[in-house]
């Protein structure tokens, strides 16, 4: 079973691959610096030499560039011009309301497939029982993915699934993490493609925490 794993830092459980670095309760910004993901993207030019120059020569390709880890210097994906990057640290802000407030308690964190997906997990702080029974207790979870590779979409989801790896990314997500074949009880899908505004992000917040109230009810 492949995990995928790069980095991950986590809290409580041990993970069963038993990678990462295991951290206490922290902050989104201490669990973003603890998990490995203090790192940026940026869209960097794509160029060929041109036939007889000796290599020395080289051509632009148009409206095509690679995605690039700014940390050190590897090309996670080759995208178009209309590709706006989100930086890790602007896709984990999504949790400081739900953790400032006490809703919640960063849980898991952690970067998959050298740097293409990236993800934050915060735990729900009130769970439920199944049928009453003490031993059936149901944990819930807020899961944000991030992707820097073109054609994925960024996802928040209420979860009862403890992401930990890529196999349980795929658990909670669905096999090709789209939100169409999830189980998860709350999504929001928004492609990184074209201009990320405010209003998409307040709109995220504003149903996960209609959600979040629904789940804890």
Known sequence: MAHEIESIAWTNEVPWHG?????????????????????????RPL?????????????????????TRDSDESTLDIVGDSYKPVQNHEALDFFKRF???????????????????IW???KIQDSFN????????????????????????MIAALTPIRVV????MKMALGESLAASVATPTAFFGCRTRGRS????RRARKSLLGLRVRAWSS
């Open 19 to 43: 990678l990462g670095v295991e951290v206490g309760d922290l902050s989104v910004d201490e669990m973003l610096v603890s998990a490995g993901l203090d790192w940026n993207v940026s869209k």
């Open 197 to 200: 505004t405010k209003r998409s």
């Open 130 to 153: 199944v049928g009453g029974n003490d031993e059936d207790r149901i944990e819930g979870y807020l899961l944000l993915t991030q992707p820097h590779k073109f054609g994925f979409s």
């Open 165 to 168: 790896c890529m196999n349980t």
């Open 47 to 67: 160029y060929f030499p041109k036939v007889g120059t000796a290599q020395t020569e080289l051509k632009l390709i148009p409206n095509k560039f690679a995605l």
């Open 120 to 122: 934050g997990l915060a």
């Open 99 to 117: 953790v400032d407030s006490g809703d919640m308690k960063m849980e898991t964190a952690g970067s998959l497939r050298r740097g293409q997906f």
